[in-house]
Structures are given as structure tokens and as C-alpha cells.
């Protein structure tokens, strides 16, 4: 790195076609187009940052920015596209530094805004990942461009090792961490401000406790800042945990919590009121627990959040589900039925009355499998219906009710409601008493469509649960068609993917036929693109029992689930591991998921 050299659009063209990257077509076409491409990348970017506040360097749009907006395919791959994170390997690789994937979830928000300046960081782009032994790791955007380490090594006395990184994933780190840190900072320091109690002759004007919490600039940059971090992260919870003297967050990220800020305790309270103000709730109420609701938009789409505070030792919990409609609705298709479960599903689907009962535990996909089922069979010509508790999301082309228990609103009595309304299909957020039972059966024998929910392990024992509501026999035979059981499995990360052999005691204790065959599955090894953990989404594994004619006569003889299930796996019907076991072998998952869900 001892000869001067410039990031230009030129320079790094040539490395990449040098590494095969790029063909000299490719090259040629960047050559050509590339000033005009960055003059209008610049001044989008110039607009969103001005919006934002932000400022960079002058030169606000890199060559690799200008390059991966070009969408070019990757030679070695055509599935894949020349983003700027694999310009910036490719960069990193000639220059001679480490290249990495900055990922959030892994910096310490301490480490990162201590020590260097916001405008600094934003100037120069540069931002510290790590600090060991007295060295501090800077990622860096351009490395040919050393004059922010010069600074810092001069007047901070730091000793600096660099590493380089995209200018995207720098930008990021600056505006959520930096921008998160100085709004809590602000906010710890003006309440410590506004009372002091050492010095109790002293003029102090004290915010009204509403002003404080719900207009407090610091607070609401805060709050604003958590959520764009949440989304960005793809995050489904959000948990702001309050302990003695500190209060932590943590973001569940495809079903597992990962901790990410810790918040002074003397901005824990405001932070809470701030989140209720926005859901609605009493924010003077902070013994008993609360429910509310927020709708945000995020990347031009709408996004339902469900807030719920609880009491603790230490002050308010509270709980953030974020509902993303691209993740709530989907294709049936993409729900994760092997051919066979897809028919099955799709013929229940077709029925014109009957009861389709969904089965698993909280957090299993029951919501996103019965909105999807809904939104497939939604149209003009039908009248759908929902009961919920609470409503999960808002959807414009169903007419939802939420369930409301201190008014007397409950299950049942919507559901003798709704038979008034002129329904054809409705949902039944949950099956939970008897009466609940009684009107589902009797909407389906006066020719609806009922989905619904029973929180049962898996579909045969459903059977059980509902002979034990006081449902008789004759009647499930009547009206049920088919009961679906489900879980959620991570699925492997297709960037880091890689095969191994199952050892003879796991393919024993999957319960494999075939003792002496190799099965060959598939682990993720951890890259940047799955943070590390080897797994990058969620996929569904299902049990679908159809009443055939001999299932509905083994239901008539014995409420027996072990039974029924025999009979129905005669039929056809995949346990829930038969169902995982399969989507291991095709590689979607793997042996530690499979034994860890199922």
C-alpha cells in the first residue's frame, strides 16, 4: 500500500475483471456509464441524507456503490449478483487487508461510540468493531484514504489496526449506534439534570411527567432509532428487560434472543412511556399489565407492532412482536408443504363448510399458516370473518373482531354474533371452552368454512382435546376435515452451507429404517450473511391428519389419540419428525433443528 493510488470507479473495474469478476464487456459498459451513474446516485443519496441529518465526505458515493448498482451477475454464478460487499472483498484483497462483514448484533454500542467522535465517523467513515489489548480494530471504507488514522493516531494516541468494510455497512453503524447512544446519552443527562435533590434551595423546573415521557426529543429519537434497528435486523421481538441498575434489550431474531444495547435505568421509565404513548395505553398505569398496538411503515410497507407491558421487580417489561406482512402473508405454497401436505392443504382449503383446525405451541407459525390460507381464499365474492385475540394484524379485506373480555366480548359470543352477518368462511382465533366448541361445530353444520386454533402437540391428540370440550364424536366426524400440526425450523444459511455424513447414533435416533445407508445432510459452517450462526430463516414442518372413512370410525369408537394417530399414519399421514427428518435430507435444515424442534 506504499504506492498512491485513488478508489476510483477505474481502478476498481480493472481489479475486478482481473479477479474474473467482471468480463471486459462488463468493464467496458462501467467505463462508459459510470460518471453518469454516480452523479445519480449521489444526488438520491445527497436527498436521503439531508432528510436524515447526516453528512459524509464530499465524494458521497464510492465505486463500489456505483458498480453493484449496475445489478451485474457474478461470472462464477449467475444466481448471484456483484453486490458492493463482494466489490469490497475484492478490494480488501488487493490491498492487502482483512476484510469483514461489520455485523451488529456483535459490536459493543460502549466500544463504538467511545471512542471516536460522531462527525469524525461520519466524515471519514470509519467506525471501531473491536478493541484487544490496547488496539482498537477500525473499520475503514476507503483504504487509501489514511489521513482519519493519521489524525486519530496523533492526537488520540490510539494504536490502530484496519480493516476494511462496506460503506453501506459503516453508515449503518454510525446513524443506528451513534445515533441511538447520543439520544439515551442526552436523555440520562437532562432528567439527572432536572432534579436535584442535593440541593434543595435551587430553582428546578421539573417536566410534567407526560411532557417528559411523550415529547422528549432524545426519547423519541431513541425509541425511532430501536425499531429501525429491529427491522433491519429482521427481528420479531423486541424485549426491553429493566434489571437493578441497567436495563438490557434484546432482539429474537429467527426464534432466538440476541442481546443488543444495555440502556441507563434512569431513561428505562421515559423510554417505556414513550411506547405505551405510541400504543395507546395509560401511561400513568404501571402496576397492572397492558396490550396495545402500533402501526409503522418500514421500506415503503406497512409494519403491526404488538405491545405489551408487564410489572416486575425492577420496573416495566415490554415486549415489541413485530408483524411483517411479507413474512404473515404468504403463498401456501411457500408455507414449506412438501407436494403431498400442499394438495392435502389445498383440498381442505376448497371445502365449502366444514372445521380446519391448526395445531402447536406459541410461536409455532399458527398465525402466518391461517392468515395465508385466508388471504389465498380472499375475494370479492367472499365474506370473511375473524375473531381474535388479540388481532394480530390488521387486514383490510377481512372483517376482524377482537376479543374484549371485560365487556363481555369473548369467543362464543361473537361467534353466535357472526352467524348473523352472513358469513362464508370464519376464523376463530382459538378453540378454549366448551361453548367456544359448540358455535364452531354449529358454523360448520350450517355450511361455513371455520378456521381455527387448538394448542395441542400434534394433530391426533387435537381429537382428544376436543371430546374433553364436550364435543361429541358424531359431531367431529360431521364437521371436521382435517386438523394441521406444525412447528418451525431455522433453516441452513445457502451462503455457508456445507455436507456431512449422520453418524450411525444419529441415524439411530432419528429412527431411520435403513441402519447401514450413508444419509448425507447439510450444516451451516457461519458467514456474514447469517451472522455467524450457520441458519438464515424459518421454514414450517407439518403433520396433516385428513378424516378419511377409517379414521372417522376409530374417532366414533375411542377418544384413544395414540389410535387414531396409528390409523391415520396407515392413511398416509408424516409425523412432525417424519416431516423434519425429510426436509434435513433435502438439506433445508439440519439434525440439531430436527431433534432440538421435534
Known amino acids: 500500500m506504499t504506492e498512491k493510488k485513488a478508489l476510483t470507479i477505474e481502478y476498481v473495474a480493472g481489479l475486478l475483471k482481473k479477479n474474473g469478476l467482471l468480463t471486459e464487456a462488463q468493464e467496458r459498459e462501467i467505463l462508459i456509464k459510470g460518471e453518469a451513474q454516480k452523479a445519480r446516485l449521489k444526488k438520491s443519496q445527497e436527498s436521503f441524507y439531508s ?16 458498480i453493484a448498482s ?20 475484492a478490494i480488501a484483497k488487493e490491498v492487502g487487508l482483512p476484510y469483514i462483514k461489520i455485523d451488529p448484533l456483535k459490536l459493543n454500542l460502549d466500544l463504538v461510540t467511545s ?55 459503516i453508515l449503518k453503524i454510525v446513524r443506528e449506534f451513534y445515533g441511538f ?7 440520562e443527562k437532562e432528567f439527572a439534570q432536572s432534579i436535584e435533590l442535593g440541593n434543595l434551595e435551587q430553582y428546578v423546573r421539573l417536566k410534567g411527567a ?4 411523550a415529547t422528549d426529543q432524545h426519547i423519541v429519537n431513541a425509541v425511532e432509532y430501536l425499531l429501525h434497528y429491529a427491522y433491519d435486523q429482521r427481528a420479531s421481538d423486541i424485549h426491553i428487560e429493566p434489571k437493578r441498575d441497567r436495563s438490557l434489550v434484546r432482539l429474537r431474531i429467527d426464534g432466538v434472543l440476541h442481546y443488543i444495547h444495555t440502556i441507563p435505568k434512569a431513561v428505562h421509565a421515559s423510554i417505556i412511556s414513550r411506547i405505551k404513548m405510541l400504543s395507546r395505553m395509560d401511561i400513568a398505569e404501571k402496576r397492572k399489565p397492558q396490550d396495545g398496538r402500533i402501526k409503522t411503515a418500514f421500506k415503503d410497507r406497512e409494519m403491526e407492532l404488538r405491545v405489551s407491558t408487564l410489572p416486575t421487580v425492577f420496573g416495566e417489561k415490554v ?21 403431498r401436505e400442499l394438495e392435502t392443504f389445498n383440498s381442505f382449503l376448497k371445502r365449502s363448510y366444514g372445521i380446519l383446525l391448526v395445531t402447536g405451541p406459541t410461536g409455532s407459525g399458527k398465525t402466518t399458516t391461517l392468515y395465508s390460507a385466508l388471504k389465498s381464499l ?33 369467543f362464543a359470543g361473537s361467534l353466535r354474533t357472526i352467524l348473523r352477518q352472513d358469513p362464508d368462511i370464519i376464523m376463530v382465533g382459538e378453540i378454549r371452552d366448551r361453548e367456544t366448541a359448540d358455535n364452531a361445530v354449529q358454523a360448520a353444520l350450517t355450511g361455513h368454512l371455520v378456521f381455527s386454533t387448538l394448542h395441542t402437540n400434534d394433530a391426533p391428540s387435537s381429537v382428544t382435546r376436543l371430546m374433553d370440550l364436550g364435543v361429541p364424536p358424531f359431531l367431529i366426524n360431521s364437521t371436521v376435515v382435517g386438523i394441521l400440526a406444525q412447528r418451525l425450523v431455522r433453516k441452513t444459511c445457502a451462503s455457508c452451507r456445507k455436507p456431512r455424513l449422520l453418524t450411525p447414533d444419529e441415524v439411530e435416533s432419528l429412527g431411520l429404517k435403513d441402519r447401514e445407508k450413508e444419509y448425507k445432510v447439510w450444516f451451516g459452517e457461519g458467514c456474514v450473511e447469517c451472522r455467524g450462526t450457520g441458519y438464515k430463516g424459518r421454514t414450517g414442518v407439518f403433520e396433516i391428519m385428513e378424516f378419511s372413512d377409517k379414521v372417522k370410525a376409530i374417532v366414533a369408537r375411542t377418544s384413544d389419540s395414540t ?11 408424516s409425523s412432525l419428525r417424519e416431516s423434519a427428518v425429510r426436509k434435513m435430507l433435502q438439506g433445508v435444515t439440519t439434525y440439531e433443528e430436527v431433534v432440538s424442534v421435534t
Open 115 to 169: 471512542h471516536i467522535p460522531r462527525p469524525f465517523a461520519q466524515r471519514y467513515l470509519v467506525v471501531p468493531i473491536e478493541e484487544k489489548g490496547g488496539v482498537v480494530t477500525l473499520a475503514v471504507a476507503d483504504p487509501f484514504n489514511l489521513e482519519a488514522v493519521e489524525n486519530l493516531k496523533s492526537t488520540r494516541k490510539m494504536k490502530l489496526t484496519l480493516v476494511l468494510s462496506s460503506k453501506s455497512d
Open 51 to 66: 432528510s436524515k441529518r447526516l453528512h459524509t465526505m464530499t465524494d458521497a458515493v464510492s465505486p463500489a456503490e456505483v
Open 378 to 410: 380472499s375475494s370479492p365474492e367472499v365474506n370473511i370473518i375473524t375473531i381474535e385475540d388479540p388481532i394480530e394484524m390488521i387486514v383490510e379485506e377481512f372483517n376482524q373482531v377482537g376479543v374484549q373480555p371485560q365487556i363481555g366480548v369473548d
Open 563 to 573: 389410535l387414531i394417530q396409528k390409523t391415520a399414519r396407515a392413511e398416509g399421514m
Open 210 to 213: 407526560v411532557e417528559l415521557d
Open 70 to 89: 449496475f445489478g451485474l451477475p457474478l461470472s462464477s454464478d449467475q444466481r448471484k449478483s456483484l453486490t458492493e460487499d463482494v466489490i469490497t472483498e
Open 181 to 187: 447512544r447520543y439520544s439515551v446519552g442526552a436523555a
Open 319 to 339: 415486549v415489541i412482536r413485530i408483524f411483517d406482512p411479507e413474512i404473515l402473508f404468504q403463498q401456501v405454497s411457500g408455507l414449506g408443504f412438501s407436494p
